[in-house]
């Protein structure tokens, strides 16, 4: 699914990515770990398409990604790659339900048929009766939840979580640790998951531990 061939990446001269080989396959939970400025995020950054490739090649679905035009990579970002961010990213003046929404509706999806995908996820996550409630009035887990489901609504190909739990409690970790889990094992969901936590990480099925911009 996802083909990454001697990535290299660079800010201001400091090298962040050195060489970077990895192969991610369907349905797999790949937990990607390592101290700050390993280079985790810049390496899932690029993946998401959300930062320029400089040196390296990234195939997604078989699909060399360097050189697609601007167009071509909204449209892959949009259909093929679901995010979750530490930060929920939640609209504060929108209903959970509409937040779930919004990449449906970029991607061209009639309301009604976006609303209805949007209550099968929120009921697979037990959230259904939070449908109309704004981000302020959800709970941390609740909020991570709906994130999770915005990023499922297209039916991506992959999800892309950059720690995912790192700004909630032990329970609420706890619990998008089995839900990632289901997701997986029950609809073949593949995750790249950035974390800290060696706990998290035990959800893998591959564990990739970076160091100075390198796979060790």
């Known amino acids: 699914m996802i083909k990454i061939n001697n990535l290299h990446h660079s800010y201001d001269n400091i090298k962040v990515l050195d060489g970077i080989n990895l192969e991610i396959n369907k349905s797999e939970?790949?937990?990607?770990?390592?101290?700050s400025g390993a280079g985790k995020t810049t390496l899932l950054n690029l993946i998401g398409t959300?930062?320029?490739?400089?040196?390296?090649?990234?195939?997604?679905?078989?699909?060399?990604i360097n050189n697609l035009?601007?167009?071509?990579l909204y449209k892959l970002r949009n259909e093929e790659i679901g995010f979750v961010f530490?930060?929920?990213?939640?609209?504060?003046?929108?209903?959970?339900?509409?937040?779930?929404?919004?990449?449906?509706?970029?991607?061209g999806i009639t309301k009604?048929?976006?609303e209805k995908k949007a209550y099968e996820l929120l009921k697979k996550l037990d959230l259904t009766n939070r449908a109309q409630h704004k981000p302020?009035?959800?709970?941390?887990?609740?909020?991570?939840k709906i994130s999770i489901c915005r990023a499922l609504i297209n039916s991506?190909?992959?999800?892309?979580?950059?720690e995912p739990t790192g700004n909630l409690d032990s329970h609420n970790t706890e619990i998008i640790y089995k839900l990632f889990q289901?997701?997986?094992?029950?609809?073949?969901?593949?995750?790249?998951?950035i974390t800290h936590n060696n706990n998290f990480a035990r959800i893998g099925n591959k564990k990739v531990l970076m160091q100075d911009g390198k796979i060790i």
């Not at 939970?29 to 101290?35: A, P, Q």
């Not at 959300?50 to 060399?64: C, M, P, V, Y």
């Not at 991506?156 to 950059?162: N, R, Y």
């Open 156 to 162: 991506p190909s992959f999800v892309l979580a950059d």
């Open 50 to 64: 959300l930062d320029t490739i400089q040196d390296g090649e990234i195939f997604i679905n078989g699909k060399l």
């Open 112 to 114: 009604k048929e976006a």
């Open 86 to 107: 530490q930060f929920h990213n939640l609209l504060p003046e929108f209903t959970a339900l509409e937040n779930i929404c919004l990449p449906a509706f970029i991607k």
């Open 182 to 193: 289901k997701l997986n094992n029950e609809f073949g969901h593949t995750f790249v998951i």
């Open 69 to 72: 035009s601007l167009k071509e």
């Open 29 to 35: 939970i790949i937990s990607v770990l390592g101290k």
């Open 136 to 144: 302020n009035q959800l709970s941390g887990g609740e909020k991570q």
